[in-house]
């Protein structure tokens, strides 16, 4: 079983996100470049993965929002753990600016 949890900011560039985010988790991001997402930073530990993308991709012929559902987002925060994650959940919600957006398990 995996959790997922979105987040996202109208406020901070990915790179304050990305400073933010690893104090808060002592975790380290790596610069990531796909053709798909652009450019994102990934945090991969064995039982959490953080992500930091920014919410317009580049497309085709325009920007694309990465998340249809939440394109008032510029940047968002993708997380993924292996177990429940309510102590990664109430560190990244004490980021002034950063809003929880959607939770699934799966």
Do not use: C, K, W
């Not at 560039?13 to 988790?25: E, K």
């Not at 008032?72 to 292996?82: D, H, Q």
């Amino acid at each position: 079983m995996a959790d997922y949890d979105t987040y996202g900011s109208s406020t901070h560039t990915a790179g304050d996100l990305v400073r933010l985010v690893s104090a808060r988790l002592g975790t380290t991001f790596r610069e990531r470049e796909s053709h798909f997402r652009g450019i994102y930073y990934l945090a991969d530990d064995h039982s959490v993965r953080v992500e930091v993308q920014p919410n317009e991709v580049p497309g085709d012929d325009e920007d694309v929002p990465f998340d249809d559902a939440h394109p008032e987002y510029r940047i968002l925060v993708l997380t993924t753990t292996t177990t429940p994650g309510t102590t990664l959940r109430a560190r990244l919600e004490s980021i002034e600016g950063l809003l929880h957006l959607r939770h699934e398990s799966v």
